[in-house]
């Protein structure tokens, strides 16, 4: 039976370890530990790596570095102020990346049960420990559910509007390569969780997901494939972007309402 990212009790299998990392990576995740460490001290619970870098697939230079971190308290400007000057340098020091990201968020809101399907489901099977205790360890299992697909990304709708003023103050090359790879990842992924109850299973992978979506919407199978291109080799054209806030993306939003509701409201969108 094919495996698909799941146990054989159908539950979703944690994704990426440190042991995947490639040596080429060795030295950023090592130093990216120890500054997660300082910056934060005893404000710090936990920190995660996701994405390519965990998962053994990052390429040298045209990867980003991914990073979740957990703080004791709910972070405020200060947190988020350090976040940057800590991704600003890693994304410096190490040509090895394209770009850092970092999600910050108190543990209790990673906790919530609001987030169980959301911000919980992508910290216990999405991201790999790398400082502190493993907040997976308070959470359930996960199968892929409508509920899941509902709550991880049944958001797009909500999230065009702003999608389309960003893309409207953007005016340089650099704006709209980083908005391409950023809006052709997202879409690519809720294309996925789209059909990923249909089909049983998970994955991260991009040229995957696009297939796994094509068969069950071939219609717009093309349109994917060149999505989840454009996520691995962005490129700083503004018709990519144009395309999916004019066409793409308002066609999933309706699809993904009809077929897995809205994700609940949260009483904290920050």
């Known amino acids: 039976m094919e495996h698909r990212g799941l146990d054989a009790y159908g539950y979703f299998e944690r994704e990426g370890s440190l042991g995947r990392v490639r040596p080429e990576f060795a030295g950023l995740v090592a130093t990216t530990r120890a500054r997660v460490a300082e910056a934060y001290g005893r404000r710090l619970h936990s920190a995660y ?12 230079g045209r990867s980003d570095l991914d990073l979740l971190i957990a703080l004791h308290r709910e972070p405020g400007d200060e947190d988020r102020d350090t976040a940057e000057v800590l991704a600003r340098g890693l994304d410096q020091d190490f040509p090895q990346i394209d770009g850092v990201g970092v999600l910050l968020y108190g543990k209790e ?27 997976a360890e308070h959470l359930p299992r996960y199968r892929p559910d409508s509920l899941l697909a509902r709550e991880a990304n049944g958001d797009l709708a909500a999230l065009l509007p702003r999608w389309r003023a960003r893309f409207e103050a953007a005016s340089e090359p650099a704006e709209f390569r980083r908005m391409n790879r950023f809006f052709s990842r997202h879409l690519v ?4 969780t789209l059909v990923m109850p249909r089909w049983g299973g998970w994955t991260s992978d991009l040229a995957e997901s696009a297939e796994v979506f094509g068969g069950y919407y071939p219609e717009r199978a093309a ?16 018709a990519v972007a144009r395309s999916y806030l004019d066409d793409l993306g308002p066609w999933l939003a309706d699809e993904y309402t009809a077929r897995h509701g809205t994700k609940t409201p949260r009483a904290d969108p920050g």
């Open 223 to 238: 349109q994917l494939r060149r999505a989840a291109a454009v996520a691995l080799d962005p490129v700083d054209d503004p």
């Open 109 to 135: 809101r990673l906790l919530s049960e609001q987030e169980r399907y959301d911000l919980g489901w992508f910290l216990a099977c999405l991201c790999t420990p790398l400082l502190g205790d493993d907040l």
């Open 49 to 60: 790596l996701y994405g390519s870098v965990p998962r053994g697939t990052a390429r040298p």
């Open 189 to 192: 992924r809720t294309a996925f």
